[in-house]
């Protein structure tokens, strides 16, 4: 028995009826919804500073606007990218905290060590100096929480540095504590440590 019989079968009786062929046109398109992002993520909202949200920029795709956000599992997932035992953020600071930055490395080894030892030894200053005021919902409308972006950045730049998982958790707690952008309170903590900020 040939198995290709019914197709041999088939190509001689299209080639051998002299009938006319009907041609079925496909169905017309359907109109679609627009698509939207995700529940939960908002698209990329650049402002006229360049200033990113960098919790909603990873290697160019759209995540999450939270810096850690529920697991289905209860676990909080961490910002930046992990890589080893190590967590890899990016910040983007100005060209001077860079160079302070920079400059405060070789003593410390890694940028991420420099990077902690400037958020550590500013931690009181900054919980002292930023802690936002509280405010209170006004009838039906929420609390007022002010912006996280900052409204002029001078050479600003991105900066990858590796911390450890707790530290990259501690990091995220602290901004979220003084509602600010971890690029922004990276930027305080060095500034301060290394820098121009009080010797207190």
Do not use: C
Request: aromatic share 4%.
């Amino acid at each position: 028995m040939d198995p290709l019989e019914s197709v041999a079968r088939y190509r001689k009786s299209q080639t051998g009826s002299g009938g006319r062929a009907l041609t079925i046109a496909p169905p017309p398109p359907m109109p679609g919804a627009p698509t939207a992002a995700p529940a939960g993520v908002d698209l990329v909202d650049l402002d006229d500073t360049g200033e990113l949200d960098l919790a909603a920029l990873q290697n160019g795709a759209v995540v999450e606007q939270t810096a850690a956000v529920e697991s289905p599992a209860g676990e909080r997932r961490l910002r930046g990218n992990t890589r080893g035992r190590k967590q890899l953020l990016y910040v983007y600071l100005p060209g001077p905290t860079i160079e302070r930055l920079d400059a405060a490395r070789p003593a410390h080894g890694t940028l991420g060590q420099a990077v902690m030892a400037a958020l550590r030894g500013s931690y009181e200053w900054l919980v002292e100096h930023h802690t936002p005021q509280p405010v209170e919902a006004v009838g039906p409308f929420p609390a007022v929480r002010g912006p996280k972006r900052r409204q002029g950045i001078e050479e600003g730049r991105l900066k990858p540095f590796y911390v450890d998982p707790e530290e990259a958790k501690g990091i995220d707690t602290l901004a979220e504590q003084l509602e600010m952008s971890a690029s922004e309170l990276v930027t305080l903590a060095l500034d301060h440590f290394y820098g121009e900020g009080d010797p207190a």
